[in-house]
């Protein structure tokens, strides 16, 4: 017998997410993926100065802050074809590879990993079994007794107090749940670690973008940082040493912790990686430019059908015509109208709200429904890593044959490249891409130092803005998947704006042609062992780390007033 299974809101992710299943038979047989909220940010920007356009837009979401400011600068420098000096563009790689990695850090930790580890089964453990088990997988200093010891007495002192805290509603003993107490123990105890851990990009991030979350010295034309080796009031080598050491314990934590759990999630969760695989269309642009002109790049974009890597189309740079062509928008599910009908291009699109409930077979989610060349894409970082494998990319290729190498021997059996069509294959994506950003910003201090010591301190270029009309489209490979920025420029104002942001990808309801999105083809056959608690639905949902505040956004259709701030 059929039952409806509605999650309202998915927690541990950013916004609000509605999820429907059908369930049947234990299984997933349909779904739908609706967000809650309205996005307006695109009808705010109209008439105003293009130079303006990435402050808001970094506005979108408190969380996916510097990636909408990187791309809407370069959706404004696309428009007026303007070069950047090559230490603004080091600067800012650094800033999007600081912010990926504390994203992808805290993604596994703090908002997706309580799906694997039975927290309550840790208080079972040995603390000093826990320790042997850690030391012998990763040389991380803090696997020792006595680190294992005090998370245990800590996990001991939340329940007996009663207040389980940051780990209070968990689908703690379900069925589903599989890791020895051991296991969970050492996983919490990192859960804890990766605390203090993710504040080393934080800091990154503050120190080359004025603060964070929400980043200060991007403009159109480079960034606002004065480069010296001479004074204190700017960004010196002094302080360009001690984004070194942050670098430095990212790494050390990379490599011997993340690394080393996911292989072990993936290991004890095999019969995971048959499921949630969805779209497997996976569409990814290229990132990290290396020159002023963003013609080279440090890791590739593409698009393959059908998870064919044979199939594999490159995107080559930000005026890649395969790339801009390809992108529409529907709304015949969403909470939408268009006036001219039919999907539109973003530089056609329209932001015309229209809501009409839920319905199931109508208009359900205020997303719209995004395709490249007529069809629904997967973006994130499991198409990333498999368009960089296709295009060549050698450390791709370098941490995703070592992540399969420790799962096959942590597993017992040979792990192939197919089980990253999953669930659990996207956890391992995003921890390989993890891996190699975090070499990539050592690199890019590296490049930004060198360059510096030839004397060049440039970081920006004046805009200037022509008469009539010009557009552009800012692109970005971020945590999330492929993020870009449409606008229209007309005589030095803003005269269209368009994000379709990769939770709008992945997210999405059905498209004109009734094919579901990534989120709803990825549950279908989903097993479903208690429909009252099903935590199998937030295992898949989770896994793409989804980022509703980024698809839409919020208002108040009584009062049109979303929120009212009063200064006393």
Known sequence: MSKRVTIDPITRIEGHLRIDVDVDGGRVKKAWSSGQMWRGVELILLGRDPRDAWAITQRICGVCTTVHAITSVRAVENALQMEVPVN????????????????????????????????????????????????????????????????????????????????????????????????????????????????????????????????????????????????????????????????????????????????????????????????????????????????????????????????????????????????????????????????????KGETKPNYTDFQDNGKYSWLKSPTFYGKPAQVGPLARVLNNLAGGHEPTKKYATGTLDLVSKLANTKVGLDAMHSTIGRHAARMICCNVNADLLAEQWNLLLANMAKGDMKTFNKPTFPKGEVMGVGFHEAPRGALSHWVVIDDGKIKNYQCVVPSTWNACPRNEKDEPGPYEASLMDNPIADPEKPLEVLRTIHSFDPCIACAIHLTDKESDTAISVKAV
Not at 93 to 100: E, F, G, T
Not at 108 to 134: E, I, M, N, R
Not at 155 to 174: C, P
């Open 88 to 347: 603004a563009q080091y600067i800012r790689n650094m800033i999007i590879l600081a912010h990926s990695i504390h994203d992808f850090i805290v993604h596994f930790y703090h908002l997706s990993a309580l799906d694997w580890v039975d927290v309550t089964s840790a208080l079972k453990a040995d603390p000093d079994k826990a320790a042997s088990l850690g030391e012998s997988l990763s040389s991380w200093s803090l696997n020792n007794k006595h680190e294992m010891r005090k998370t245990h007495e800590r996990l001991k002192n939340f329940v007996n107090g009663g207040q389980l805290g940051i780990f209070t509603n968990g689908y703690w003993g379900h069925p589903a749940m599989k890791l020895s107490p051991e296991v969970n123990l050492m996983a919490v105890a990192h859960y804890l670690q990766a605390l203090e851990v993710q504040r080393h990009a934080n800091k990154i991030v503050s120190i080359l973008g004025g603060k964070s979350p929400h980043i200060q010295n991007v403009a159109v034309g480079g960034v606002a940082n004065p480069l010296a080796t001479d004074s204190q009031a700017v960004l010196t080598v002094e302080r360009l040493l001690a984004v070194k050491e942050h670098i430095d314990a990212l790494q050390d934590f990379i490599r011997n912790v993340y690394m080393v759990d996911v292989a072990a999630v993936g290991a004890f969760y095999a019969d995971w990686t048959k499921y949630g695989a969805g779209v497997t269309n996976y569409l990814s642009v290229p990132d990290i430019p290396l020159d002023s002109k963003g013609t080279q790049f440090a890791f590739p974009g593409g698009y393959i059908q059908n998870k064919d890597l044979a199939s594999h189309k490159p995107i080559k740079n930000f005026n890649d015509d395969y790339w801009a062509k390809g992108v529409e928008e529907a709304v015949k599910h969403s909470w939408y109208d268009y006036d001219k009908g039919g999907p539109l291009h973003p530089y």
